[in-house]
T-cell receptor, first 112, second 115 residues
Framework: AQSVTQPDIHITVSEGASLELRCNYS??????LFWYVQSPGQGLQLLLK??????LVQGIKGFEAEFKRSQSSFNLRKPSVHWSDAAEYFC??????????FGKGTHLIIQP | NAGVMQNPRHLVRRRGQEARLRCSPM?????VYWYRQLPEEGLKFMVY????????ESGMPKERFSAEFPKEGPSILRIQQVVRGDSAAYFC?????????????FGEGSWLTVV
């Protein structure tokens, strides 16, 4: 069975500082990996996805993520965060017939 | 270029009433998924449907919950005799096909509050 672990429930970062959100997965085949962002009271917006090829994936809003098979990780990064990045971030694995399995999310707080 | 449309966005029901949540997938998508998000939790898969067929309902509670995706019209998630524990955000998503590499797009969610 597939599973996703986001070890950090809350992360606080100063505006302008760099960010890394951790995601570890377990999946029986080649993983399809996603990061979604959810603002309060809103739906999920896809930030980026990894299917194959280059292990460094660029997404929207200046985010990127790196797939590391040896570590079963797909960490999300941003070099300089903005106050508008404050939100809940979800890592997910699988898609289509397997359905998406989500982590429990990381709540990002931006300090001025 | 409408995305996944869900309605109502917010629904309040008294215990024992029925809740009906609707989802219109993105244009051209014939695969629909329902997820539930409880407070402080991630999203939990409930059911996967194609037109007129339930493909995987392994995440659906055995009682009171049902889902359909008729040939015409939106997908509907129905919760009968709601209880306080049903209060959650319910998200619908759709995709073009069922291959594992296909991206799933989410609606804005329907927030159910049971009082």
């Amino acid at each position: 069975a597939q599973s996703v672990t986001q070890p950090d429930i809350h992360i606080t970062v100063s505006e302008g500082a760099s960010l890394e959100l951790r995601c570890n997965y377990s999946y029986g085949a080649t993983p399809y990996l996603f990061w979604y962002v959810q603002s309060p009271g809103q739906g999920l917006q896809l930030l980026l996805k990894y299917f194959s090829g280059d292990t460094l994936v660029q997404g929207i809003k200046g985010f990127e993520a790196e797939f590391k098979r040896s570590q079963s990780s797909f960490n999300l990064r941003k070099p300089s965060v903005h106050w508008s990045d404050a939100a809940e971030y979800f890592c997910a694995v699988g898609a289509g017939a397997d359905g998406l399995t989500f982590g429990k999310g990381t709540h990002l707080i931006i300090q001025p | 270029n409408a995305g996944v449309m869900q309605n109502p966005r917010h629904l309040v029901r008294r215990r024992g009433q029925e809740a009906r949540l609707r989802c219109s997938p993105m244009k051209g998508h014939s695969h629909v998924y329902w997820y539930r998000q409880l407070p402080e939790e991630g999203l939990k898969f409930m059911v996967y449907l194609q037109k007129e067929n339930i493909i995987d309902e392994s995440g659906m509670p055995k009682e009171r919950f049902s889902a359909e995706f008729p040939k015409e019209g939106p997908s509907i998630l129905r919760i009968q005799q709601v209880v306080r524990g049903d209060s959650a955000a319910y998200f619908c998503a759709s995709s073009w096909d069922r291959s594992s590499g296909n991206t799933i797009y989410f609606g804005e969610g329907s927030w159910l509050t049971v009082v």
